[in-house]
C-alpha cells in the first residue's frame, strides 16, 4: 500500500514543496532573491561521521537514493565542502555537525582511538559539533583528551614527534552537567561572527546517552532533558544580544521519502521541536542516521527548519539562514535547505588523502596482529540466510553473554545476537594478512563487527523472551524471517508449521535444561540495536533497567583473545 504523504507544520510562508523532493520554505521575493535588509549565511552541516575516513561504504538504500550513487568517503566530503563554500553568499559561512564524529568507527580510525577522524575533521575545517552518545564511548576523561589534545594514557603517542593535538572545532556540550555542580563538562554554546552576522549554538546530545554507553564512563555527569535545556540557554543567548540561534542535536527521526524529503517525519525529534522556544530558528539533528529537510512546529506552532544529513559523511545539508540585519532574527519564509550527496565523481580533497595515508602506514600492520585461533570452520553470516540460527551467530551470541555475565558488568544469563549484524565468517584458510592458517587478525574480527554496537543488558520476563523469539517470523517485514541467535545453555523449540506468535512451542525455552518461568525475570544481553527495537524487535524496548556495556568489536577481541582455537558451536534451537 503506498504511504500517503504527511506535511507537518504547514503554516504562512512556511508551505512545504509537496509537489518536490525538497522540502523548504519558498522564498516570498521574486525569483528567490533575499529582500533588500537580508543576508544569507550559508550553513553546511553533517552528522554520524563514525570515522568512515575511506571511500568504502555502500550506497543509500535504494528508497533514500534511487539512483544508487557511490557516496561518501572523507576525501570527497571535504571537496564537497569547499564546493559548496565556494557558493556561500558574500563568503559568509559555517560549517557544523550534530554529534558522533568518533565511536562506532571504522578500523582505520577505531583503531587509533578516533584521532584519524579528528584531525580530517580539523583538515576539512569543521567549525563546531555537538556531541553525542559515541563521543563518550570512552567516557568523559578521554572525550575531553580528544577535545583538548595530549597522546593516550595507554597506547601513548602513535607518532612520537607529533603528539595528537586535539580538535580544532569545539564540541558543545549543553546538556552534560557534571556531578560536582561545576557546570558543564563541555561548553554548552558558542557564538560565531559570519562576517558580521552573530550565530548562537547550542550543542547537546540525546538525554538517554548513559543507556547506551558504559555507566562507568559517564558516572561524573548527568545528562538533561533536551528541549528544556535549549529553552534555557536560549534566554542566555538573547540575554548576550544574539537572536540568530541554531541548536546542533545529536538526537532525530524518520521519514519515508528520499534523501531529500520530509515524508511522514517521525521519532523523538518531533516531540522535542514541539517544546522549543520561537526564539530556536533551526536544528541541525542526528543519531538516526536518516536524511531529511523538514519544517516542524515549535511549542508556539511555527514551523522550524530541522535537518538531518544521513550518516559516514554520505551527505551535506545545506541550509541558508536569512538574517535580517537590522535585527538579527532569522526570516523563516526566506530560509531554505537542500541535502546533497557526496559524491566520488569529483577531485578527492589532497589535505583529506594525506591524513588518510598517514595512517594506513602504521594501521596495516596493526590490521594483521593476530587475536586469535579457529581450529574449524564457523560460518553463517548476513550474506547468507538471516532466517536460520547460524554457527557463527552462536558464537558471538557466545561472546556477548561471557562479556555480560560478571555481576558488575551486567549480570547476563541469556544473550541473542541477530544473523543480520554478523558481517562475516571465521574460516581457517582465509589469509589476509600473511597470517598463518587457522589464525584471525583484527581486521578479520573486525570484519564481523564493524558497527561500532554497544553491548547492553535488560531485564526481561521469561513471557517476554517468548514474544521476542516469535518476532523472528513478521510477515509484514521487508524479510518475514529474521533468525536470533542464542548464547550457550538457552534452549527452545520452534515450530514453522504454527500461526505467527505460536511458533515457539510451548514448554519448550529452558535455560541450562531447566524450564523457563513465564512470569520469573532473567537478565539479557544483547546489542543497543536490537535493544532499541531494531530488525522489528520490539518486545526487546519492553526490557528494564537498562546497562551499558563494552563495544562489540572490542569485547569480542578479548573474548577470542582467552578463547583460542573456536569451533562451530551446537546448535542451541530445535527446528528453526
Request: aromatic share 6%.
Amino acid at each position: 500500500m503506498k504511504r500517503s504523504r504527511t506535511l507537518v507544520g504547514l503554516t504562512g510562508a512556511a508551505l512545504l514543496a509537496a509537489a518536490g523532493s525538497v522540502v523548504a520554505a519558498p522564498p516570498s521575493h521574486s525569483q528567490g532573491r533575499p529582500a533588500p535588509k537580508i543576508v544569507g549565511v550559508q550553513m553546511l552541516s553533517f552528522n554520524d561521521f563514525h570515522g568512515h575516513l575511506e571511500a568504502t561504504d555502500n550506497p543509500l538504500s535504494v528508497q533514500l537514493d534511487p539512483d544508487r550513487n557511490a557516496v561518501g568517503g572523507v576525501e570527497y566530503l571535504a571537496a564537497t565542502i569547499n564546493r559548496l563554500r565556494a557558493t556561500a553568499p558574500d563568503g559568509r559561512t559555517v560549517t557544523v555537525a550534530a554529534g558522533d564524529l568518533i565511536g562506532g568507527s571504522t578500523f582505520l580510525s577505531g583503531l587509533f582511538h578516533d584521532e584519524p577522524s579528528v584531525e580530517s575533521m580539523n583538515a576539512l575545517g569543521l567549525d563546531v559539533s555537538s556531541v553525542g552518545n559515541h563521543e563518550f564511548d570512552e567516557g568523559t576523561t578521554e572525550l575531553l583528551r580528544m577535545q583538548n589534545g595530549g597522546c593516550h594514557p595507554v597506547d601513548g603517542c602513535y607518532f612520537p614527534t607529533q603528539p595528537y593535538a586535539g580538535a580544532d572545532f569545539q564540541w558543545l556540550a549543553a546538556n552534560v552537567q557534571n556531578r560536582n555542580g561545576r557546570g558543564t563538562l563541555l561548553p554548552g554554546t558558542t557564538i560565531k561572527n559570519i562576517r558580521g552576522v552573530r550565530i548562537g549554538f547550542i550543542g547537546m546530545t540525546l538525554e538517554e546517552t548513559p543507556t547506551l554507553v558504559n555507566p562507568q564512563g559517564v558516572a561524573s555527569v548527568v545528562f538533561l532533558d533536551e528541549a528544556d535545556t535549549a529553552n534555557r540557554e536560549a534566554k542566555k543567548l538573547e540575554k548576550r544580544g544574539v537572536d540568530t540561534i541554531v541548536v546542533l542535536l545529536h538526537e532525530g527521526g524518520q521519514q519515508a521519502g528520499t534523501y531529500n524529503s520530509c515524508d511522514g517525519p517521525s521519532g523523538p525529534i518531533v516531540d522535542i521541536v514541539s517544546r522549543m522556544d520561537p526564539s530556536i530558528d533551526a536544528l541541525v539533528t542526528g543519531h538516526t542516521h536518516q536524511p531529511y529537510v523538514c519544517w516542524l512546529p515549535n511549542k508556539a506552532g511555527q514551523p522550524r527548519l530541522v535537518t538531518s544529513a544521513a550518516s559516514f559523511g554520505q551527505v551535506v545539508t545545506e541550509t541558508t539562514l536569512a538574517v535580517d540585519r537590522r535585527t538579527g532574527d532569522v526570516v523563516q519564509a526566506e530560509t531554505t535547505a537542500t541535502n546533497h550527496l557526496v559524491t566520488r565523481d569529483q577531485t578527492a580533497d589532497p589535505a583529506e588523502t594525506a591524513v588518510i595515508a598517514k595512517w594506513k602506514a602504521i594501521s596495516d600492520p596493526i590490521a594483521g596482529r593476530v587475536v586469535g585461533t579457529v581450529a574449524q570452520d564457523v560460518t553463517g553470516d548476513a550474506s547468507g540466510n538471516r532466517g536460520v540460527e547460524t554457527p557463527m551467530g552462536d558464537l558471538i551470541a557466545d561472546s556477548i553473554l561471557w562479556g555480560t555475565s560478571a555481576p558488575d558488568a551486567g549480570g547476563a544469563q541469556i544473550a541473542f545476537m541477530n544473523i543480520g549484524g554478523v558481517r562475516a565468517s571465521f574460516t581457517r584458510d582465509a589469509i589476509t594478512n600473511g597470517e598463518a592458517v587457522g589464525e584471525i587478525t583484527y581486521a578479520e574480527a573486525y570484519a564481523t563487527s564493524p558497527f561500532g554496537n554497544l553491548l547492553v543488558t535488560i531485564d526481561m520476563t521469561g513471557d517476554q523472551i517468548r514474544r521476542v523469539l516469535e518476532q523472528q517470523y513478521d510477515p509484514t517485514r521487508g524479510r518475514q524471517n529474521l533468525a536470533l541467535a542464542v548464547s550457550e545453555g538457552f534452549t527452545y523449540t520452534w515450530d514453522a508449521t504454527q500461526p505467527q506468535g505460536l511458533r515457539v512451542v510451548p514448554g519448550s525455552m529452558a535455560l541450562n535444561g531447566v524450564p523457563i518461568d513465564p512470569a520469573a525475570t532473567y537478565r539479557v544481553a544483547t546489542l543497543n540495536f536490537l535493544a532499541a527495537g531494531g530488525d522489528a524487535f520490539t518486545v526487546f524496548t519492553e526490557g528494564t533497567n537498562l546497562l551499558g556495556g563494552s563495544e562489540d568489536i572490542a569485547n569480542l577481541v578479548a573474548y577470542l583473545q582467552a578463547h583460542p582455537g573456536v569451533t562451530p558451536p551446537a546448535d542451541r534451537v530445535s527446528g528453526l
